[in-house]
């Protein structure tokens, strides 16, 4: 019994991962189908979080009243910032990302986030990088084999690929479905330039969590914060983008279902359980698993959407993938030398002393100090 409930705590941060995806691979889909209706992602916005804020606050306010850190101004700008990034200048530039290109483009493009966070988390020491390491070098060429994807998929459109289930669809169809459309080249190029600042948003935003549930370890009532203040800050956003009060009307449609399930399931569920997961694994682990996003993304494209897909899209999606899995590699050879070295440390060797290296280092390292 041991060795299953042993299994099954390891195996929590992927099923929760795994679920995740599924969770957004239906977002992005029913946002797409809302967004060529006429809804202005700005007000999504709003509405998602409204709906976000709502359905967690709740269980933050009875599950978390005894162990509520106390807010300092030094959390709340944290908090400030993350609701920036995530709601605010992640949500809307992906949803015009999204509305320029398709689903599947816009996942595939967002698989550049393990890269970007990798990056980010260089820069802020939260990874180290030792090249003379076989996983350094993997994650770094991952790294730059997923920025040439990214590349290929933003410069070069290719051919319509011809895909048995969108002809299906639009067999049957008729006609293709309204979220079938065919981006000019302008778009497509503004679109990808949109997906990828947006996931550099997002990346940004696991780095600065990380760090803030070191100070404000709360996943419930941080979740609820940063869905609040990005509520609030999506309503100023709006104000001043959109000047017409009708676009603010939203009735039992599909808009009301868009917001909804990508408040409540997408935001909420996902910002607590990624938090979650970022506290154990860290932020390269938890970015790790779109790849199996942009599949079911694709699939219920082609069912429901009769989505068009383009040659460089495929290319550079392929690359895309490659270069997360090298670095998903490293960072899982990584995670096991870390796990041998605190529990198997090797006798004192005077190595890392002779390269000036301190005593922490060398206990990284797997040497015991004297």
Known sequence: MGGYGDFFEKAKPYIAMICLQFGYAGMNVITKVSLNGGMSHYVLVVYRHAFATVSIAPFALLLERKVRPKMTWSSFLQIFVLALLGPVIDQNFYYVGLKYTGPTFACAMSNIL??????????FRMEKVDLRKVRCQAKVAGTVVTVAGAMLMTLYKGPLMQMGLTGHSHGHGGEAPEAAVDPTGREWFLGSLFVIIATLAWASLFILQAHTLKQYSAPLSLTTLICFVGTLQAIVVTFAMEHRPSVWTIGFDMNLLAAAYAGIVTS??????????????????????????????????????????????????????IGLYSVLWGKHKENQEESAAVALPVAYTPSCRRFGTDDAACIRQGETVA
């Open 114 to 123: 393990p890269a970007m966070t990798f990056v980010m988390a260089c820069i």
């Open 268 to 321: 909420s569920i996902a910002y607590y359980v990624q938090g979650l997961v970022i506290q154990k694994t860290g932020p390269v682990f938890a970015s790790a698993f779109s790849p199996l996003m942009m599949i079911v993304v694709a699939v219920m494209g082609s069912f429901i959407l009769a989505e068009k897909i383009f040659l460089g899209g495929v290319l550079g999606s392929v690359l895309i993938v």
